[in-house]
């Protein structure tokens, strides 16, 4: 039996560049990625994706403004827990990005990305969110630099894909 954990991950954007953090600590540390965490119990997913964007970066954004584009799902060898990655993407925010605790941030060109020194998944399905696609990704790992296996396969709508799971 595996425990599922749903996290949440927020990608802004502007004209052609991106907002990534670079992690300073814990899980995913010395890594560049969107912001994101756990959804606290009693909390909703939208609601976590909002708040730890605020905690991580600064900005504030409005539950209508993220666009649900992606879910990923992240299994590690040995480890019985699946996280269950919501991924969001907006170009409409309000502040400007801030250094906090967690995260230092900083806007890239999307074709200039840091991917060695990202999450080894990032470079396998960042096209598709540049390509403005829906779409579900499972990817196995062994440690945190090996994908011993994944696939991904595109969306019509994020529903498709919420009903054929059933939640
Ligand atoms: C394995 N390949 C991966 N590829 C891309 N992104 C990944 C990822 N694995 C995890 N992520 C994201 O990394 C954040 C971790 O969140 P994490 O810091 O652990 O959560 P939270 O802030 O609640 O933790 P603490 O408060 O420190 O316990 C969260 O956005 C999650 O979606």
Not at 56 to 64: D, F, I, N, Q, S
Not at 67 to 96: Q, Y
Not at 103 to 118: A, E, G, S
Request: proline share 4%; glycine share 8%.
């Amino acid at each position: 039996m595996v425990l599922r954990k749903v996290y949440t991950l927020v990608f802004v954007r502007k004209e052609n560049q991106i907002l990534l953090g670079y992690k300073k600590r814990g899980f995913g540390m010395n890594k560049w990625n969107g912001f994101g965490g756990k959804v606290e119990p009693n909390e909703s997913i939208l609601d976590a994706a909002i708040r730890e964007l605020n905690e991580e970066c600064g900005l504030t954004v409005e539950t209508t403004d993220l666009k649900n584009l992606a879910h990923l799902e992240f299994t590690f060898t040995g480890e019985p827990v699946m996280m269950d990655c919501r991924v969001f993407s907006t170009n409409i925010f309000n502040g400007t990005p801030i250094e906090t605790e967690e995260m230092l941030p900083r806007w890239f060109q999307i074709d200039q990305l840091p991917f060695d020194n990202m999450w080894p998944d990032d470079r396998i399905w960042f096209p598709y969110m540049f390509k403005n696609k829906l779409f579900y990704g499972k990817f196995n790992f062994n440690g945190v630099d090996t994908i011993l296996n994944y696939k991904i396969r595109e969306l019509e709508s994020m529903e498709e894909y919420y009903n054929e799971k059933g939640d």
